[in-house]
């Protein structure tokens, strides 16, 4: 059964991590558990507040070459009639400096940046824009 | 900082659910969780225990044109300090009929599977065989 619409924007607004996919050389994927926020029908992740160490992360490194990315939504239960899942194939961007009103929803939705207060401006960002959601539920 | 090894090894053998990437045409991830069971090295993952619908699961089509996989494991918890995850990348293989080992091994995993017996051999089943074993952890 696919999820009710109400129900996935719920999950968007509320889940506070995804998974994302990417692929990098040779067709290989690489994933990583991202925190996001979600506006007007985009997905913003931010990537790293700190300066850069020099080398780039596998995932921004990947979707400059192979925009294509997957994000999993997903909690689990034990009772598995409760179990959901929400997939979006999509294509990822980089951005910086970083989207104001992103580090704005992301400071809403995660209090944790209130004492780790990386989000800055000049921080990069990922942006995913949905090309197709699909989801699944239990009953 | 990464976890200890005996601290993934229980995770290997506890965590009930992980997320499985593979790539499909012209570059494009997809995720999907999955149950499993871990055995001398190799995650084993059934797909379905009932008779092919005729269409082929994407995981499964994905795997025989592209071995190569990653498998996440991961559990949020809003104390940041306390956040995880394993990456494992690898080559996955479709096997059937299933390994009877690796059938008893999610039976004893997962209870659930007491009320669902939808494992049989003649299941189909994916093997996993990790080439490389990345992991995160805050402290």
């Known amino acids: 059964m696919k999820l009710p619409e109400s129900r ?17 050389a040779e067709g290989r994927p690489h994933q990583v558990p991202i925190v996001f926020a979600y506006l007007n029908g985009l997905f ?18 990947n979707l400059r070459a192979n925009p294509w990315m997957s994000l999993l939504l997903e909690e689990y239960d034990e009772d598995w009639s409760r179990l959901w899942w929400i997939r979006i194939d999509g294509e990822g961007s980089v951005t910086q400096p970083a989207n104001a009103d992103a580090i704005s929803a992301l400071e809403e939705k995660y209090p944790q940046y209130q004492e ?6 000049s921080s990069t960002m990922l942006c995913i824009t949905p090309t197709k959601t699909v989801s699944w539920c239990a009953r």
């Open 8 to 24: 996935i924007r719920t999950i968007f607004a509320r889940r506070p991590v995804a998974y994302l996919a990417t692929v990098g």
């Open 44 to 61: 913003w992740s931010p990537v790293d507040g700190k300066p850069k160490s020099g080398t780039e992360l596998t995932r921004v490194h």
């Open 116 to 121: 780790i207060p990386v989000l800055t401006e």
